[in-house]
């Protein structure tokens, strides 16, 4: 692993790009291509040749790009580092390998996200003043699917800057202007002459050069990377299980630990019955209560500890939330519908007005959604190590460096480490989807590593916690109204949510301030449907509170407001006795890029060709993360109320697309995890505990019940939209659009389907009561 | 086969058995291996933390993913599952021991050019599962090939590529 950037390096880098990123966001450039890329200062360290700050150079030819984001399977790896390939003419070949980089530097900054909000906004001057504040430590992360957004810019001009350096010292070498040189396959040529130098023996003379101030890009005629599908850089080692994994990580003198969580969220450790007998148990170091919420249990390997954790019989203090179940929590949504004080998110046009109208024609519905878990593949560990002189250490598979190091210092009590000296490596993630924004983990493992200081000390939660005690996606109940003109089109649009606001939620465990409910988009997103032309709109939404963590949740309130809201257009055009294809046509009359893609879903799907018997489709599309999907979901119903989705076809606008093999595999995955919500994932509360656990309970889709999915990309030539949501949101509408147009009954409630098992591991999915 | 086996070896040889402890001796990835177990532990804990063999993944703990699945004496199994001290005198098999060298088994080689997965915690399992189907017969069709692979789930859904590989791989291993 190549050397930390000097420190020198970090504090110019950050008081140079914080004081652009300032001038930025108060004279309201806010869009990144007008932030100034800084951190391009290269240097030589040992064997390497820093270039940048990610790009590192080596004699033997192998290129290393620092990528400083996760990668969680979305490919991210591979997009970003085709960028700097593109721009320096290197072939996306084996010498270029890819490295999360353990430096914090600003111009690694999740930038978009926090430039993207203004004080005058909703969330208000709070969390804009915040956002500011985090700004001068920079918010590395990875997630809303703005990593390509966010560094599309960044990334290019560092591979730029370094084909310019290279350029310099080529021209140096060969006695010529640079002007006479030109460069491919890694290499700088002097055709004058049949001269070639390729870049390794170059690099050390490059990288003490000045960077250009502002390097030219590659106009897209030239791109011969960008765009064309490459092999992905983690690919080849993940078939042989080579991947460090964070549950695989293995270090000298390493203690392991598992724990116990409050089973009713926000319950605390009365006492521990039997501490002594668990502490007797073979090869068990420590029994530790963690913040007064949690018991760890430390030993020699996991298996001791999780055995020993088993055994804790733990007494928990009484809680309010003892009682509440998944009806009650059900029945509050309900009641804040009709008697809350909604916070009104949009309002164009007299909505009131219009259902004044005598003899309007109103549709009305009410929809509901469930608790979900996210249930990646790999559970929720960390394993830190505290060592002399404060200095500590953290290996996490997490989407975010920035949060795991706070989360580190908030474990160990903000007490005897020295934040300069915390260093938290990224390991893969098998599977993150929001989880992994979550740092809870990484703090237990960090209270638990002070105890034990110069022992790491890696905790794994075991499944059941990691479904059972876990963050969730909030349960949402809405309520949508639309007055349909003569024309049958909607002349009004209402629509009014009930949720748990997930930016309170996640601030009431980060922030010292928790953030008003009161315009989280997160809560109504999706429900707008800006892109339809609708004459009057209005969205409004009431926070009902809960004791039950919310946490980011792959594609967030789209997964259920876009189900809603697109469940709802089809129930307006069926009152309107038109096609929904043809519906959404009309509404989408003054929105051609979106209109398009109706199009090619509606094409590529044979909407209107007749079907073979039993067989149905439906169609849905959401614009969200600054891209546009469609797709038409094929859905057999059986007589005995069994469910099947054989085919899904989609048509996709991302903007720009850097990896067509990506795009394709985020719109797959999306599909299917959002198809895997739609039909059969739900947890419930009974006695306000999680009854879920474990994959028997909380159930996936299986090899057998995976559809065949299609996909098609729209060209595009806007800068890229974000890839690993967008798929998510418009399937489960889809599903129940085709279970509506196969049973003529209405599906409001998610989700559609009870999951049966059935012979070895297989899985039947049967309509729920109230849809079929 | 990586660190960890010869020094636990090693240590198994020297030390003397602690109260409780067994010893199991098997042929792990090819390589004969001595090791001493808590009789209680399940084979999937001894590979990752005892023979430093972390290609296997513990995804549920309790046969319900199939991320732990290696083979026992050529049949799959779920690793979670099975007593460590079951697989005494047997050929164990994980996904560390199924290239040649550095030639890749035709369905490792198969999950590249399809795909076949994104995080790819499942991988090692899917592939182990994968190889055991087609041995079994039961790689012959794309649609006999969902029936046969769905003890191993894949929560970021590349199971079409999986699909895939698997049909591919049987073709090249001459047993589909």
Redo the contacts between chains.
Sequence with gaps: MTKLLSRRTFLLTGAALGGTALVAALGGLGYLATVDVDGLGGFVDGDDAVMNAFVTLHDDGRVVVKVPRTEMGQGIHTGLAMLVAEEMDIPFDERISVEHPVELLPVYAHWAQMLGVRPEEPQGPVTWIGRRLISSIPLITTGASASTLNLWHPMRVAGAAARHMLLAAGAARLGVPVAELTTSDAAVHHAASGRSIPYADLARQAAVLAPPDRPALKPRSEWRIIGRSQRRVDIPAKVKGEPVFGIDVVLPDMLHASIRHAPVFGTRVVRIANEAEVRAEPDVLDVAIIEDRSVAVVARSWWQAETAAARLDVEWSASEADAVSSDALDARLADALEGGEPYIHVEDGDVGAALAVDGARVVQATYVAPLVAHACMESMNATVVLRPGGRAEAWVPSQSISLTRWAVFRGMGWAGVDPAEVVSHITMNGGAFGRRTETEVVAEAAFLAARHPGRPVKLLWPREEDIGRAMYRSHARAGLTAVLGADGLPAAWDALVAAQSLMQSIGSRTLPITPSPDGDRLTAEGLEKPYYALPARRVRSVHVPSHVPIGLWRSNGFSFNTFFAESFVDECAAAAETDPVDYRRALLARSPRHLAVIERVAALSGWGAPMAAGRSRGIAMEHCFESIVAVVAEVIVTGDGEVRVPRVFCAVDVGTVVNPDAVVAQMEGGILFGLTTALISRVTLSDGRIEQSNFHDFTMPRLANAPEVVVEIVPSELPPGGAGEPGVAPIAAAVGNAIFAATGTRPRSLPLALAETTGAGRLRTVLAAEAG | MRAGGAAAQGEAARSPLRQGATVVRATVNGESVEVEI?P???LL?VL??TL?L?????????G????CTVHVDGRRVASCLTLAAKIDGREVT???G??DGDT?HPM??A??DH?A????????GQ?MAAVACVAEGNATSPER???Y????????????G??AATLDAAAKMGEG
């Design positions: 808590d209680r532990s399940s804990d990752r933390e430093g972390t290609g296997a993944k513990k995804g549920c703990d309790h319900q993913c199939g991320a994980t996904i560390e199924l290239s890749l490792q080689q999950f590249i795909d997965l994104q995080c790819g915690y499942c991988t090692p592939i090939i969902p029936e692979m769905s003890g191993n789930i894949c929560r970021c859904g590349a199971y079409v999986i699909v």
